[in-house]
């Protein structure tokens, strides 16, 4: 179920889409949405008549005279309309749990984050997301949540919603993580792969805004992409696509936790990064150290380095789908230009030139609360159903 922008029928996503852009404050007025969505006046004017009839936007005003509106016809202003309810997001990393609660207006109110070793203790990773939930919904007195979106750093069968991979989540093989969080939390649960989330959260409310089709990339323990094709998220056939961390690199021998070697989140990983420059710092407590705040010319060409290793594979990526953007998010995409620049440099080398020639490449705009902030926009769209 694609719930954040599959809405049944064409009609209805033109409409949602419509309402995201006003949402969102790229569009204020109708001909801010003719201009930035390309559709005839006539499509415009009828979705945000249905939107304003359900109650979901109003147009205030007029105010000044707005370009293009016909026999000068003064301009109003959209706003859309908060009409759900509370709901929570769940962030599940391979080190770390971040929770958040979402009020009506489907904005992040409060939240919370602990460290744990999530991979190898599935069962009180679930608990602890449970009890900093109920922590949040008594600080908040958001008792009564309409929806709960977790994100888990692997991929999800998308029949049978259970845990598959025995090499990435070994403790949460045969585990179906929508159950579990639901019965600990007594709400609905919705479950997607962490960097599909993250993708989400790039496309609402980041650096994919401006983008229909975009691969977004998150670079921290572990290497996953989210694919963004038509404005939607892209899930493949059994919900697996994207999962680009265990693709080998010729030439390398690093023992991934896969059971292979050198697969890419084995040689392009915060631990190995770190792992490097504990070698090459031996007077700096390397896991202590912030990645976006170390700025030498070691650390730089670190970066540059790992940056080229992930260029190489998204050049293959990008010459199959040929995205507008690379959007680059986790912990390593969001640590400065270096990796960025490496990533750019493989890419511009490896990828077809006319591909290479109009693809951006940037940073994550959400920085590394992409994923939560993800599951938060498909909470609040889940509450308003």
Sequence with gaps: MDVASDRHSPRNRTREDIYRAVESGRCLTRTHLVE???????????????????????????????????????AGTLRTVAHGMPAAALDFGHAHIKAA??????????????????????????DLAAEMLAQLRQETGFLDLAAVVAGIPGPLDAASGLVRSPTILSSWVGLDPREELRRRVG?????????????????????????????????????????VLGGAPYRGSQGFA???????????????????????????????IRAQLAHTHPHTDASALRLDQADDPITRRILD?????????????????????????????????????????????????????????????????????????????????
């Design 36 to 74: 930035a969505t390309g559709l005839p006046r006539s499509t415009v004017n009828h979705a945000v008549s249905r939107l304003i009839a359900e109650g979901r936007m109003i147009e205030e005003g007029p105010g000044g005279k707005g370009p293009g509106t016909g026999s000068g016809r003064p």
């Design 101 to 126: 609660v979402i009020d009506p207006t489907g904005k992040i109110t409060a939240q919370r984050r602990a460290d744990l070793d999530v991979d190898l203790h599935a069962e009180p990773a679930l």
């Design 187 to 227: 709400v609905p649960v919705h479950v997607e792969n962490d960097a599909v989330l993250g993708a989400y959260g790039e496309l609402r409310s980041g650096a994919g805004r401006d983008y229909q089709d975009f691969l977004y990339v998150k670079a921290s323990h572990g290497i996953g992409a989210g694919i």
């Design 242 to 272: 994207g999962e680009i961390g265990h693709t080998p690199l010729p030439g390398y021998t690093e023992l991934c936790r896969c059971g292979n070697r050198g697969c890419l989140e084995a040689v392009v990983s915060v631990a190995s």
């Design 305 to 385: 380095e790992g940056g080229r290793k992930l260029g190489e594979v998204l050049s293959v990526l990008c010459n199959l789908l040929n995205p507008a953007a690379l959007i680059i998010g986790g912990e390593l995409g969001t640590s400065g230009g270096s990796l960025l620049e490496g990533v750019a440099t493989s890419v511009q080398r490896n990828a077809q030139p006319a591909i290479a020639a109009s693809l951006e490449i940037v940073c994550a705009q959400l920085g590394s609360d992409a994923e939560l902030v993800g599951a938060a926009r498909m909470a609040a769209d889940l509450a308003r159903v």
